[in-house]
């Protein structure tokens, strides 16, 4: 398999994270967002969205990182990143996406480009924008963790909606945003770093951190 990927890339890091849980080899390959290597025509050849991350798994070219975890959950589904019943795979899913849809879609890098140049928003703008958006929408699934507080965001053993979490903290964290009003989704975070699988995955320590 081969990961096109950048480091700092939320959705890259869900992604890296599941491959590790699942002990899935892989051949690393950086896509660099700030220099734009993503709207090359030869990346173009790999996502149509010219989007990271992309999966390649033989003949097949998998893109979207929720849709490339769940296609890691069934063809290995040995550890499963989702329960067992439906209800509970509901609830993953949903703690995932209110971090995939509704928190990372607008405060991506193109989205924060384009506030910057096509609408000239400044800079300070541009990050209490994003900081807005963070904050609040941890607010939610601060109140979904408080419903079933476990070790992980559901249960014991890591999840789909962990591999999504986790990536979210580090950029909140990068973009100093308050953290200290959601203590269940801090703790999960916590007990997340102490697995190899997120903290050997962490974006510093990819080949093309920089």
């Known amino acids: 398999m081969e990961l096109y990927n950048y480091f700092r890339s939320s959705a ?13 080899d ?4 950086a896509v660099h967002l700030q220099k734009n290597e993503h709207l090359a025509e030869s990346y173009a050849a790999v996502s149509a969205a010219r989007l990271v991350p992309a999966l390649v798994d033989g003949a097949h070219t998998i893109t979207q990182s929720l849709a490339i975890i769940e296609y890691l959950e069934e063809t290995h589904p040995h550890p499963p990143l ?7 795979r509901a609830r993953v899913r949903a703690l995932a996406l209110d971090i995939a849809c509704e928190i990372h879609p607008i405060d991506n890098l193109r ?23 963070v904050e609040t929408g941890l607010e ?7 419903l079933e507080p476990a070790t992980f965001c559901h249960g014991d053993t890591p999840t789909l909606a962990d591999c999504t979490l986790v990536p979210q903290i580090f950029n909140a964290q990068r973009m100093d945003c308050r953290l ?13 770093m102490k697995l190899d699988a997120f903290e050997q995955t962490r974006p510093e320590r990819c080949p093309d951190a920089s």
């Open 12 to 24: 890259s890091y869900r992604v890296r994270i599941a491959l590790a849980l699942k002990g899935l």
């Open 26 to 29: 892989y051949d690393y390959r």
């Open 82 to 88: 989702l329960p067992a019943t439906p209800v509970e």
């Open 111 to 133: 989205v924060l480009r384009y506030l910057t140049r096509d609408m000239h928003v400044s800079e300070d703008d541009k990050n209490r924008w994003y900081r807005h958006w």
């Open 140 to 146: 939610v699934v601060e109140s979904q963790l408080a």
């Open 180 to 192: 200290d009003h959601v203590p269940h989704v801090m703790r999960v975070f916590d007990a997340c």
